[in-house]
């Protein structure tokens, strides 16, 4: 069974490890519940919520996280053999 969550990407923040590497953006996803958007009813009885984080330093891929606007995060099990 898959699990969708609704979250807000509350923040990117730009990191520099070594100065020889472009540098890397760890976006911050979180749960937000508005009582007035029926779809965030329905999610709040259905799925997680809490906070979601990762590392991207992919450009294009950083293009289309934009803080404030809301991502689906689609869950499944990855079927690893083990």
Do not use: C
């Not at 965030?40 to 919520?49: E, G, I, M, V, Y």
């Amino acid at each position: 069974m898959a699990i969708r969550a609704k979250f807000k990407l509350a923040e990117k923040i730009e990191s520099t490890f070594h100065p020889d590497y472009p540098p890397t953006v760890t976006v911050k996803f979180r749960a937000e519940y508005d009582e007035t958007i029926p779809e965030d009813q329905r999610f709040l009885k259905a799925t997680p919520w809490g906070e979601f984080s990762m590392t991207v330093d992919n450009p294009a891929a950083l293009e289309q996280l934009i803080p404030g606007k809301y991502y689906y995060f689609d869950i499944t099990r990855a079927d690893t053999g083990v």
